[in-house]
């Protein structure tokens, strides 16, 4: 792909949209918290918006990175920002209430440690690498985080006191009659793995599509958001596993909305920057050939 | 006994599923254009040569069709933790997975042709409306056959990983299977029609794509009608043969020798096909012939 | 997206850049400290198994003949795709035999797997040439050798014009497998080494038994093992900015930068994985 990639110009800073999308993705993982504090499920989908709030970020970021022209593919990106986030964020989850601020700690630790192999050792020497390794992976572990706050109820590993929701318990109907199960949980069924590449694509997204010399800052920014609500949607189909009918359906409902508004959205941000709009046209004369 | 035909069973029909599923997979993904010769779709306007295919740049297959296959099976398997029939949940699931697909290939093209804006590739939206729906009936054979095998290899051959992991690994494979087998004849043999047959497209004549066909002006789904007749079979075939003889060698060989059976098997085939690209290899220097004289001078 | 990569300078030599090497043998270290205070034996003896997975995967990657976009279009050898997940494909399809043949014993589900790699890419491979020679008509060229270095047979008078060369050579498609071997091998020696350790235990952490909790061993183990088989498959990745014909291509030689950088990934994301657990 001979796509020159610039450095952005104009448009929200960087480092505006990483305060928002850490502040936005905290904020919407503690209020999914309210669950626990509550005892209802009711407030799964703050996890929901949470994820989307770091998956915003996070495209912004393979943006950045993006610009120095990194070797292999954009899609690349996404995988290793979830596949350290992954990492992380199962390692934060034991720490119940606290998990969110381990997850960012320790995702940080492992995305600056990857940035200086990939930099110092591997010789790739591009200035922002640490940087954009340690952001995506602390927004790998935090969407991976928000989305399964909204599968599940709750982030933490195992059950927390009276509130029996947690990624490793589920429960199984057998004869009416409601037993606890580990191998139908969020775990115990690997419906992380699903969530994990909902992330990875959706991050990656924004940017690989909206990449080339039109690109425009609000539009693949609205292009992932749309990709987080459409996430988000299928994660809401997912929960019904595994909480209560209700919260998915609230779930999938603001998942629904969202989506829509962001869809219609960029399609109209697409309309103002394509060159023309046409239906069952045949491809304009173009002088010299 | 029993077990072992029931397993020799299944195992065939994982492989005709898989062989289903690769060749959808490589229609699928030439109709859209996704993979490494739409780097030549997205080059062309560049150049100035305007067109009407399809842009469909998710990310990579593999990581695409991961999550495509993850998703159905995450999906079923939600739907079968809810005492819902099998079939019916991975209909469901892999409804719903084409469903995410369709929306993803549409904001991938709108955004890739809005940013080449600059050289004047207009949006069509009957492209959007007449390929997205052909590449989501692929994409549904596709996920569908796929998650179907997975679900086999955990419900029926008792393979511990769950179907949603299940689906990340194999729609992973699936896609690079496919990709690496289809991308060259799509990229190749059909964008470059016009250049000389039996030879690399020279690096000279990149994004100078073919866009007139027989009659008017060529699209995606002429491209879908002549990658089906080859590139799609043989992914088709390479996938089914992965899956089919991965499954074949475990199943009837595994008990033989604490699981060395399986080992001496696998390596035997593996040795196989090493036999046979080779004959190829050869047979084609022989009969192609080299296009330059080989140079005399040793260095 | 190769070409994004074609214009770049980084990457360009292919020494070992000696601070670096030294400041990440200390993290290193520090890692199997800090794995040894909390975890004891147990623990290092998984992290052992993890790093030793870790390296293959990071050096199989160098194996895989992967010529990204220009592939496609007959201009460059190799597999019209992307090598970490061209890699992963195969390395993920060893991980499925392997974790197959988990009960059998470390030996035989390492050796299963890697198998199971090496059929993958023996498939894929040969499938690539097929195309090329039945399909298009174009014989099997490298444009990094004057001779391929198993078979002796020349290659330049088989490079079409205006082209770096096409298909699959016989030492391209040997690589492919040996990467598809060490592949499946890495992947699975992760996750058998952290099945170990979750099913010692869990258990005690869960307060459940052995049968209870081994849904959620295995697919902990498989996402880790997942996870990290793709953080080191990209970091090989960027080592070979993203194509590389297989082992005769200059590129190749960087491969020892590339171990240390698999070694101490591994060992970061590998001591998160069995910590999990344990403190």
Known sequence: MSVKVEVIEGGVPHQKILIAGLVLAVIGLYLSYLNVIVGTQMFAFFGGLAAIAALVWGSHTIKVLASYGIGTGVPSAGMIAFGSGVIAFLFATKYGVLAPIVAIVLAAVIGAILGYLANEVLSMHIPVMIKSLTEMAVVGALSLMGFSAMITGSFAFSPQGSFIFSLTTGSVKVLGMSLPSYQSSYIGGALIATVFLLGAIAIQHGFNACLGPGWKQDRMLMLVAECGFLSMMMCAIMSVALISLAAAILSFIVGLLGWYYTYTKYIELSKRDAAAWLDAKPIPEVEGH | MDNIVFSIGITALAGALATVAGAAEDVESDIGSQGDPNSQVQLAPQMGYIHRIYNKAIAGEPPAWGLWIALGAGIAWAFMAMQINPILAIVLGAGLATFVQGVYSTTAYLGRTASLSKFGQPVYIDIIKSMTTVTMAHAFVAIFATVTLCHLMNAALGHPFPLPLLGLVWGIALGAAGSATGNPYYGKERQYQTQNFGAGVPISASGNIVRYAEAGERNSLDNGFFTAKLGGPASGVCFGLIVFLELWRTVLFEKIGAGWGAIIVGVIIILIFTIIDRYIEVWARKNYGPYTKPEETSS | ?279
């Open chain 3, 1 to 279: 997206m190769s070409a994004l990569g074609g214009a770049k300078p980084a990457g360009g030599s292919t020494g070992i850049a000696p601070v670096p090497t030294l400041i990440s043998l200390v993290i290193f270290v520090i890692i199997f400290a800090i794995m040894y205070m909390y975890g004891g034996s147990l623990g290092v003896t998984a992290l052992i198994g993890i790093v030793i997975g870790g390296l293959l995967i990071g050096f199989g990657v160098h194996f895989v003949p992967v010529g990204g976009a220009p592939a496609a279009m007959g201009q460059a050898p190799g597999i019209a795709t992307g090598v970490a997940m061209l890699a992963a494909g195969g390395g993920l399809a060893g991980l499925f035999g392997g974790a197959w043949a988990a009960s059998q014993g470390t030996l035989v589900a390492v050796v299963t797997g890697a198998i199971g790699g090496g059929l993958m890419l023996a498939i894929t491979c040969f499938f690539v040439n097929f195309v090329y020679i039945y399909g298009m008509g174009i014989p099997a060229a490298s444009g990094k050798v004057k001779k391929d270095p198993i078979t002796g047979d020349s290659q330049p008078e088989y490079k079409s014009q205006g082209t770096e060369g096409h298909g699959l050579p016989f030492v391209s498609f040997v690589g492919g497998v040996i990467g598809g071997i060490l592949g499946g091998a890495g992947g699975t020696l992760i996750y058998l080494m952290l099945l170990d350790v979750y099913n010692a235990s869990l258990p005690g952490v869960m307060k459940a038994t052995a049968v209870q909790v081994e849904p959620i061993a295995v697919s902990l183990a498989g996402m880790f093992a997942i996870g990290m088989f793709l953080v080191i498959a990209v970091l090989a990745a960027y080592n070979i900015t993203g194509t590389i014909e297989g082992p005769h291509d200059p590129k190749f030689k960087r491969f020892p930068r590339a171990l240390i950088a698999s070694a101490v990934a591994s060992a970061l994301c590998g001591v998160a994985a069995i910590m999990l657990v344990m403190v």
